[in-house]
């Protein structure tokens, strides 16, 4: 262990690490707090007057069904995105490691998808499956699928779901091939002479060495799916039809700078923040439990 | 009788690098065969071919007489130890000795009566809970060795198996291994640079240079009768002194057969004495360093513009700077020709 620093002077470690403790206070504590304030406060109809409610925001938030309604949305549509997200970018990482030729043009090919932005990245989609325009809904009804995400919900959120994992499949590859380089040759390699077929191998093997990417791949994307996946919903469905893609973020937003009950909203987000945190929370402590470092 | 034939094997990568340019080698059942060569030779590539890791480019490699060419690793039934062990890092000691077993569909009790049998042998049996990195470096290398024995294979691969060990516990695992091999008489086949532990191994002794084989032999055998100027310099600790003939005095290449360029004698096969004592029969020699190491001293000497290296036995009163008398018996004298075949 190297040995603890000790300044002799008493203000300038407080002096060299001010900067960053006020980028986070300004961006990130104030607005917090200010969310939690203004979650429990009530506007009048015309912004002129706010009073205080303690916690009757909350109140009618969790009684409403519209937020049930859209708590199970963001269920269906995070675990779907992260497991979607997740296993195509694993199969292409382990395709990827077999390639021997050309293996660098291959994997720059499959990151570019990163660098769309969400809401181009939901344009694209919008348009490729737009029941009249859509030159891929055009092909989905030339097989008899009743193909119209306008008014099918289920069908908006497979479209919601493909588009947003799209997008996270890139990164989720990078780390993925990176986990997979990370693997020593010689073990698969005994695992070959051990008697193992490839199918086993990954399995028992490539897999569970796999484990704290596939973790770390994990927290991240229910992030992704929770508050980053905004633009798409906005670009592809706006929350429709009906409610059928509205998730928590999608409707903070709806509530409070659309329909401008900023009360609702403000609770909408603490609550966001507390499922994140507790979901978080409890990946680190039960799933990392079984995960092998090194 | 598991024995292992190569039949003019070679490999060629797609980068056009020959390793391995035709080796043929014959390798009888309960034989240890030990491929020994400085880095490079192709010796590791030669393993990894015949346990089914890289493919063949042409030639023929067969186990018990059947042609392994175009079999996978796992149906060679074969075992290999690697350099670093490649112990699964997620499993239990148990479950990297029962790995192989599970794979190939054995019974449950007939594992766990192995693995533990194993286990004792290599008295291995207080760790099996234990996982990979909760383990010493010697104690990885008995797990690998066990997850080898475990599975009782026709032929056990050793690719340096020992170099990741301190010299103390690499002088142990040798002889431990070397017993082991002998009591399952298991054909095997190990790989390693250190000639020392090649010679001490070896049943038959194969050595390796740039893709082809230079000698096959019993150890001793290739030590007294080195067929190449390498062999000479490879085999033997310190190597076997090289005089061109050029530099050796008449009276010496008197004796030299038709065609000779090189002479060969081992370190103790050189007796000296003071430089008064300078004869027609003897080579001029000047002491430029001195190592005791205890039961010997090796003496670094300069003929001319040639080094050489010279035993003596224990303490020794030579100095630095001493000029010596070098005798050679004839008989001990290794001729070869210019491109560095022995002459007889």
């Given at each position: 262990m190297t040995p603890r620093v000790v300044f002799p002077n008493k203000i300038l470690p407080y002096l060299l690490v001010a900067p960053q403790l006020a980028i986070t206070a300004i961006f990130f504590y104030w607005p917090a707090s200010q969310a939690l304030y203004q979650s429990m406060l009530r506007e009048d109809p015309f912004g002129l007057k706010s009073s205080f409610v303690w916690f009757a925001n909350f109140r009618k938030v969790l009684a409403d069904p519209n937020y049930l309604n859209s708590l199970k949305v963001t269920a269906i549509f995070s675990v779907s995105t992260a497991a979607v997200a997740m296993s195509v970018a694993l199969l292409l990482a382990v395709m990827a490691d077999k390639v021997v030729r050309s293996r660098g043009l291959y994997r720059t090919l499959l990151i570019w998808p990163y660098a769309v932005a969400p809401a181009i990245a939901g344009m694209l989609w919008l348009f490729l499956f737009n029941p009249s325009i859509g030159s891929l809904a055009y092909l989905l009804r030339a097989a008899g699928i009743a193909w119209d995400p306008l008014l099918n919900g289920t069908q908006a959120m497979v479209l919601v779901v493909a588009a947003a994992a799209w997008k996270q499949i890139s990164y989720n590859f990078l780390f993925f091939v990176a986990g997979l380089q990370a693997i020593p040759k010689t073990l698969i390699e005994a695992a070959a002479i051990d008697g193992a077929g490839e199918t086993k191998r990954f399995w028992t093997i490539v897999f569970p060495l796999l484990a704290p990417t596939t973790f770390f791949l994990l927290v991240v994307n229910t992030v992704y799916a929770f508050f980053d996946t905004f633009g798409i919903i906005h670009a592809v469905t706006g929350g429709g039809p009906g409610k059928a893609t509205e998730t928590l973020v999608y409707k903070v937003y709806n509530d409070g700078f659309v329909n401008l009950i900023l009360g609702d909203s403000a609770a909408q987000s603490v609550i966001l923040m507390v499922i994140v945190i507790a979901l978080t929370a409890v990946q680190f402590r039960y799933v990392e439990r079984k995960v092998h470092y090194g | 009788m598991a024995t292992v034939d190569l039949k003019d094997v070679r490999k060629t990568y797609p980068s056009g690098v020959e390793a391995v340019k035709g080796v043929s080698i014959a390798i009888h059942d309960k034989a240890l065969c030990v491929l020994v060569g400085p880095s490079g030779c192709g010796k590791s590539t030669l393993l990894r071919m015949i346990a089914g890791l890289e493919a063949i480019t042409d030639g023929a490699i067969a186990i018990e007489g059947k042609v392994v060419n175009a079999i996978g690793p796992a149906e060679r039934d074969i075992a290999m130890v690697f350099q670093n062990y490649a112990l699964y890092p997620h499993m239990s000691v148990y479950d990297n000795m029962a790995y192989g077993l599970r794979n190939r569909g054995t019974p449950r009790d007939e594992i766990d009566r192995r693995v533990r049998a194993t286990a004792k042998t290599l008295e291995l049996d207080h760790l099996l809970k234990r996982q990979p990195r909760e383990l010493s470096g010697g104690q990885r290398q008995r797990v690998a060795m066990g997850r080898a024995i475990v599975r009782n294979p026709k032929v056990f691969?050793?690719?340096?198996?020992?170099?990741?060990?301190?010299?103390?516990?690499?002088?142990?695992?040798?002889?431990?291994?070397?017993?082991?091999?002998?009591?399952?008489?298991?054909?095997?086949?190990?790989?390693?640079?250190?000639?020392?532990?090649?010679?001490?191994?070896?049943?038959?002794?194969?050595?390796?240079?740039?893709?082809?084989?230079?000698?096959?032999?019993?150890?001793?055998?290739?030590?007294?009768?080195?067929?190449?100027?390498?062999?000479?310099?490879?085999?033997?600790?310190?190597?076997?002194?090289?005089?061109?003939?050029?530099?050796?005095?008449?009276?010496?290449?008197?004796?030299?057969?038709?065609?000779?360029?090189?002479?060969?004698?081992?370190?103790?096969?050189?007796?000296?004495?003071?430089?008064?004592?300078?004869?027609?029969?003897?080579?001029?020699?000047?002491?430029?360093?001195?190592?005791?190491?205890?039961?010997?001293?090796?003496?670094?000497?300069?003929?001319?513009?040639?080094?050489?290296?010279?035993?003596?036995?224990?303490?020794?009163t030579v100095e630095p700077g001493a000029r010596l008398a070098v005798t050679i018996a004839p008989e001990k004298m290794h001729w070869f020709d210019g491109e560095g075949k022995r002459l007889s």
């Open positions: - | 691969l050793f690719d340096e198996p020992l170099s990741n060990l301190d010299a103390k516990l690499r002088g142990q695992m040798r002889v431990e291994i070397k017993n082991l091999q002998r009591a399952l008489g298991v054909t095997s086949v190990y790989v390693t640079h250190d000639q020392l532990e090649a010679m001490t191994l070896a049943d038959v002794l194969v050595v390796m240079n740039a893709g082809v084989v230079e000698q096959i032999g019993a150890p001793l055998d290739v030590y007294e009768r080195p067929e190449t100027t390498f062999v000479a310099s490879f085999i033997g600790a310190p190597p076997m002194n090289l005089l061109p003939v050029a530099a050796l005095p008449s009276s010496i290449t008197s004796a030299a057969p038709a065609g000779a360029a090189t002479l060969g004698f081992r370190p103790e096969d050189g007796t000296f004495s003071d430089h008064s004592e300078q004869s027609q029969l003897s080579l001029a020699a000047e002491v430029e360093g001195v190592e005791p190491v205890g039961a010997e001293s090796f003496l670094y000497c300069r003929h001319a513009d040639n080094r050489l290296i010279l035993r003596a036995s224990g303490r020794t």
